[in-house]
Structures are given as C-alpha cells and as structure tokens.
C-alpha cells in the first residue's frame, strides 16, 4: 500500500472512530430514566429474584442479600451446588434471610436458572450475581420499563465497587464496565438495541423464561458443537431480541462487588454463536 492510501486509511478510521465516540457522547447526555408511573402495572411483590451462586465468598452473598431483601421481593430463590447446600443454608439461617434454597448436581449458571424458573410464580423474575449491591428502590425503578407490554426484559446501568485501596484489576474493571454502560445507554437510546443485556442483574418476564422452547434453547447453546455454559447473558438477548421483545435499559444505578472482568474468549465464541442468527439486534417499532 503506498503511503498516501495508508495516510487516507489513517484519517477515514481516525474520524470514523472519534466521530462515533462524539455522537454517543450527545446522544448518551440526552438518554432519562424511565419515569415510575402512578399508578404503577407491577410492584416489588410481582418479583422473583433468582440467585445462582458458587459460594465461594460468603460474605458477598451476604451482602447482596441485604440489599436485595431491602427491595422487598415477593420471592428469593438461592440456587448452588448439592455439596453447599447446607452451607449456604446455615449462612442464610444465621443472617435470618427468608429465602428458599436449591440445590444442582453440578455448577452450572444455566442449569442453576432453570432449577428455580418452575416455582416462580410472579409475573416479574429478576436474575443476579451474588455479589451485586442494590440501592434502595431499584426495583421500583427497575419495574417501571415493563409499562410497555412490547417490553421482555431490561437492565440497569452498573457500577463496579471501588475498593479501598483499588489496584490494576480494580481500575481496568471500573474503566471497562464504565466504558461499556455508557456505550450500551447511548446506543440503546438511539435505536432500542443493546449488545448485551448484562447478567450481574436484569428484569424478565417470567412467561419467556417458562417455556420449553427456552429451556432447550438456553441448555443447547453451543460454539462449534461445544455447549457453552457462560455467558448466559448473552444467550438471553439473543433468544428476546429473536422472539421481538424490546430490551430497554434504565439509568438505575447498581454498584458491584469483586467480581470485575469476564473472560475475553467465552464473549467471543457466544458471541461468534449468534451470527447465525437472520434477525438484526434492534427493538421492534
């Protein structure tokens, strides 16, 4: 390539790229919250809050429960191994949590899902890491998006918990989470689509995730034949973007704990799982 062409290349990917970052600057300063209606279709009594744990650190889950069970949900279901049943049942015992506890022959966020979805029985079932941290009326705010009846599920903006004395991982995880909820508020806003709709915490209606035809979907998720069993998120919003739910994204705020960065090859082939798909990424009109 001659050194005018490559000098053209520069300046086309060079303005391409910054032009992109300025436009989803604007249009991020113009994206409001949903406003909460009065009345109101749902309230924290139609939730169900559904937890896949590895309990590998208790006291995270005990305090994602804390703030959880602040929010008031009709339901908790905690979902772990056999092996940590007891465990985390004597934890829950000891922190007095109403929860009710279910346990998997296996670790496996999918299976661990779909353990609890059976006895859920309010219209509005809400997945979460253990180690989120709600504020106070998330779940009001949170439930405001199902006013639309086009509305499957939706998210909510996140933070990651700074530490006290924060270091490299810290800082990339702060940087990256920043980066992407800016990005996916901005394009969201502007055409209803959303790359993922994050799996630390997101609103479902409980009716999508009760069929068969999801379940088998959801555990027969596969990258070259191989089953995926991460990035459950990702498989999700494929499933309701391909079944024309809408998939907005409120500007809630949700603060996280450790867990910080997700492994770049499992984003990659989940991601490489969906081109197969003939449906573009975009909420319905």
């Known amino acids: 390539m001659e050194l005018p062409s490559r000098i053209q290349l520069f300046w086309a990917l060079f303005v391409f790229r910054y032009l992109r970052t300025?436009?989803?600057?604007?249009?991020?300063?113009?994206?409001?919250?949903?406003?909460?209606?009065?009345?109101?279709?749902?309230?924290?009594?139609?939730?169900?809050?559904?937890?896949?744990?590895?309990?590998?650190?208790?006291?995270?889950?005990?305090?994602?429960?804390?703030?959880?069970?602040?929010?008031s949900p009709s339901a908790i279901f905690i979902v772990t191994s056999n092996n940590n049943f007891e465990l985390v049942e004597r934890c829950c015992h000891d922190n007095a949590f109403y929860v009710t506890i279910l346990g998997v022959s296996k670790l496996d966020k999918r299976k661990q899902i779909l353990k609890a979805m059976p006895l859920v029985t309010t219209p509005i079932c809400v997945l979460a890491d253990d180690d989120v941290h709600w504020p106070t009326r998330f779940l009001e705010y949170l439930l405001a998006i199902f006013e639309d009846p086009k509305v499957g599920a939706g998210g909510a903006r996140q933070r990651v918990h700074r530490n006290e004395n924060p270091d490299g991982w810290n800082f990339l995880a702060i940087s990256y989470l920043e980066r992407r909820v800016w990005n996916n508020l901005a394009t969201n806003t502007l055409d209803g689509s959303i790359s993922t709709l994050s799996g630390r915490t997101a609103a479902y209606r409980t009716e999508i995730l009760q069929t068969n035809e999801f379940s088998d979907y959801f555990l027969n998720d596969t990258f070259f034949g191989k089953a995926l069993n991460s990035d459950d998120d990702k498989c999700l919003t494929r499933y309701l973007y391909s079944?024309?739910?809408?998939?907005?994204?409120?500007?809630?705020?949700?603060?996280?704990?450790?867990?910080?960065?997700?492994?770049t090859m499992n984003t990659f082939s989940s991601a490489c799982g969906g081109l197969g798909l003939t449906f573009v990424a975009t909420s319905p009109s």
């Not at 994206?31 to 169900?48: A, L, M, N, R």
């Not at 949700?254 to 492994?263: A, G, T």
Request: aromatic share 8%; charged share 15%.
């Open 22 to 71: 300025i436009m989803s600057m604007f249009i991020y300063l113009l994206t409001k919250p949903t406003p909460i209606q009065s009345p109101s279709k749902f309230s924290c009594k139609d939730v169900t809050v559904i937890i896949p744990t590895t309990f590998k650190s208790p006291p995270e889950l005990i305090g994602c429960l804390h703030s959880v069970t602040a929010c």
């Open 243 to 263: 079944h024309g739910w809408k998939l907005p994204s409120n500007q809630t705020l949700v603060p996280l704990s450790k867990r910080q960065l997700s492994p």
